[in-house]
């Protein structure tokens, strides 16, 4: 397959990595820097748990360099997708796969007003990386990538992504419920994102501290309630908290449940995850805010569904992201990490 990963930060790199080394032409349309490195040594710099391997592929800022390709990988920031996809207009005539592992569940929606809808797959990632420095990245989480059919997706589109991400490496599981796995990480990265975030926490933080354990099950009550007025039955998933069973179980069990999860990571060694909402303001840079808390607080107000806590967020979060751009302090790039 000829890829680009358009808006390669660590996670996308991570995934460009695997599939050049399968043997795939891979593209990365990525930020200056990291475009740099890669060109420099032929290829990026992978350093996985078990390995550390350099596949060659090639990468660019510049969309204009950009070869035609076959399937599109969208890994930018939410914030970024409408200027990066404006700026690869001229690639969307050849794609026949397109899928998004973008934070939210816009970004299929985004993918089907750029090129054939039929093209478009819906993606969930559950994999994580960490850019140690431009042209090297390490895989942090080794989970799968939901892959499964939209409305319009062509018959057999979202097998053969899902044979394609496994013969490269990457565990993906083909779902015909990709909504409900979109939906379920949304409720789920709501609490995780707005609460440290706000606090400036590391992530054990917001299930072991009696009032963020509080506010956390209060986000994931409201957005499992969005969820259930928008007509979408949100599940407990893998490798994500059970946000429907957290929902539906008394108070007081909810909060054992979130109490208990907290203990686990201390227990686990894991006191040290910032989450990807928090770096991007510690970078002073556009959160996600909009395509997580805004899809959940305009869904609510659309839907009247009573969500205050959600509302909330939105509006703290939207404020200090304002101040974060009108400070200057971001790169004003379509392809940020």
């Not at 990632?125 to 499964?148: I, Y």
């Not at 917001?206 to 259930?228: H, K, S, W």
Request: glycine letters at 12%; aromatic letters at 4%; hydrophobic letters at 50%.
């Amino acid at each position: 397959m000829r890829v680009l990963i358009a808006g390669a930060g660590s996670l996308g790199t991570v995934y460009g990595g695997f599939l050049a080394r399968a043997g795939h032409d891979v593209q990365l349309l990525c930020r200056p820097a990291h475009a740099a490195a890669v060109t420099g040594r032929g290829g990026v710099e992978v350093r996985s748990i078990d390995e550390t391997f350099v596949a060659p592929l090639r990468a660019t800022a510049d969309p204009t360099a950009l070869d035609a390709v076959d399937v599109v990988v969208l890994a930018c920031k939410a914030p970024d997708t409408s200027d990066l996809l404006g700026g690869i207009a001229h690639l969307a005539g050849s794609v026949s796969t397109a899928v998004s592992i973008q934070n939210g569940v816009t970004g299929g929606a985004a993918l089907a007003g750029w090129c054939d809808p039929s093209a478009v797959v819906g993606g969930v990632s559950m994999v994580g990386g960490t850019l140690v420095e431009p042209g090297v990245v390490a895989p942090t989480l080794a989970g799968p990538t939901f892959v499964g059919p939209l409305g319009g997706t062509r018959a057999g589109a979202a097998a053969q992504l899902a044979d394609e991400l496994g013969a490269a490496g990457l565990e993906a599981v083909l779902t015909d419920r990709i909504t409900s796995v979109e939906w379920s990480k949304l409720v789920h990265a709501s609490p995780s994102m707005a609460l440290t975030a706000l606090t400036r926490l590391d992530f054990h933080h917001v299930f072991v501290q009696p009032n963020l354990a509080e506010a956390f099950l209060d986000l994931v009550v409201e957005g499992v309630a969005i969820a259930d007025a928008a007509g979408v039955a949100v599940d407990d998933w893998p490798h994500l908290l059970p946000v429907r069973t957290l929902a539906r179980l008394p108070r007081a069990e909810g909060l054992a449940a979130v109490a208990a999860h907290g203990r686990r990571l201390v227990d686990a060694g894991m006191t040290s995850i910032r989450i990807s909402m928090l770096q991007s303001i510690e970078r002073g840079r556009r959160t996600e805010v909009d395509a997580i808390h805004g899809q959940l607080a305009r869904e609510a107000a659309r839907l009247g569904v009573a969500a205050p806590a959600t509302r909330f967020a939105h509006q703290v979060l939207s404020g200090l992201d304002r101040v974060l751009v009108h400070q200057g302090g971001e790169e004003e790039a379509p392809c940020s990490s």
